[in-house]
């Protein structure tokens, strides 16, 4: 057996799901919030955060995936691949034809988030390099860096989960908790960016 079978045999995945399969469900996590927004009647816009989360699908898709152990189906995290990109495009051209004016949502909010961008820029990148940079450091077979990558998947799942509830209770709401909602996504970025850096 090769190394490469090896490392992924003696590699934890998060869950004991298929290796991909959480930062799958992120990213229909990311781009299912993307989809609410275009959907969502009224008039409200996507917050600056997720165009930063989106950055962060993008690249899931770019990237080769590593060794996968004998015996263990691609099934799962293909078909949430498949999900991600179908359900964006279903959705885009839906809107087009019954709501053209729905996909200027798609524009960053800069008159909302506009201070803002800086930040999640830095969180973005801190996060994600703390994430490769722990995996360098203990190695991708260290328990305790397993653990901290599982902690990791708990908390963006988590967090991504509330956003929806968060996005419903104050999208029609004349005074939004903006700046709680800015932390708020900042510490969200800061768990999935840091995921994906251990998984890169």
């Given amino acids: 057996m090769s190394t490469g079978v090896l490392d992924a045999v003696n590699n934890r995945q998060p869950f004991g799901l298929p290796l991909g399969t959480v930062r799958g469900v992120l990213s229909l ?18 917050p600056l955060s997720h165009f930063f989360l989106a950055a962060l699908v993008l690249m899931a898709f770019t990237s080769s995936p590593r060794v996968v152990p004998e015996g263990e189906s691609h099934f799962l995290p293909w ?7 179908g359900g964006t495009a279903g959705v885009v051209v839906f809107v087009m034809f019954s709501n053209p004016d729905a996909l200027t949502r798609l524009r ?14 830095a969180v973005l990148a801190c996060g994600f390099g703390a994430g490769l940079f722990l995996r360098f450091i203990l190695g991708r077979e260290n328990h305790v860096f397993q653990t901290v990558r599982a902690w990791l998947s708990v908390l963006g799942l988590v967090m991504m989960v509330i956003e929806f509830a968060l996005f419903m209770a104050f ?12 932390y708020w996504q900042a510490i969200e970025l800061a768990a999935v960016s840091a995921y994906f850096g251990t998984r890169t």
């Fill in 29 to 46: 996590l990311i781009v299912g919030f993307v989809w609410m927004v275009l959907l969502w009647p009224g008039d409200t816009k996507l």
């Fill in 79 to 85: 078909l949430l691949r498949v999900l991600v990109a």
């Fill in 108 to 121: 960053p909010a800069f008159d909302m988030d506009g201070d803002w961008w800086l930040r999640f820029l």
């Fill in 171 to 182: 999208a029609s709401a004349k005074d939004q908790p903006t700046e709680f909602l800015h």
